[in-house]
């Protein structure tokens, strides 16, 4: 299996708790974020949310679809969720919330193994590829949440 770790940050110019009520809102992911092509809850967790198991798959520019499940480990609202991916992608997945005069700094962070075969060959330019989807998905990303924010996401 081939290692990752891919970091994103975000300035959303909105306050965490609306950047907050958006990205928890799991099941609308589809509706703005391009490249998710759905989120289905497969088990509920506790009342914060922790114990959540969401599938996911993700689409990029290339013709093929990532099927992920990642589980909530750790929940704090408006400050940072940490979760476990399994299937095609496993590993962790952090994101953390810093809110200051009234923007919203988002960091995501995503120490992951690829499982599918073909993202493992032992050649130079599967990592680039791997990467080069991953930075497409999250400028989907960042532009969905500007829309949707109805704010800018430097």
Same mark, same amino acid.
């Given at each position: ?17 609306k950047?907050?009520? +958006?990205?928890? *809102?799991?099941g ?6 391009r ?5 289905? +809850?497969?088990?509920?967790? *506790?009342?914060?949310? +922790? ?7 993700? %689409? ?8 992920? *499940?990642l ?6 609202t ?9 299937? *095609?992608?496993e ?15 988002? %960091? ?47």
């Amino acid at each position: 299996m081939s290692d990752y770790n891919f970091q994103t940050t975000w300035r959303a110019t909105a306050g965490a708790n609306k950047v907050w009520e +958006v990205l928890a *809102d799991y099941g609308k992911w589809p509706n703005w974020w391009r490249g998710i092509r759905s989120v289905e +809850v497969i088990r509920d967790g *506790d009342k914060s949310g +922790v114990g959540t198991v969401l599938r996911q798959r993700w %689409h990029s520019k290339l013709p093929y679809t990532l099927v992920f *499940d990642l589980e909530m480990l750790q929940i704090e609202t408006e400050r940072f969720l940490i979760g476990r991916a399994s299937g *095609d992608l496993e590993g962790t997945c952090k994101w953390i919330l810093a809110p200051i005069d009234g923007v919203t700094t988002l %960091h995501f962070e995503f120490d992951i193994r690829t499982s599918r075969w073909w993202m493992n060959l032992p050649i130079p330019f599967t990592s680039r590829i791997v990467r080069g989807s991953f930075e497409t998905i999250m400028e989907w990303g960042r532009e969905g949440l500007a829309r949707t924010l109805c704010a800018p996401v430097e």
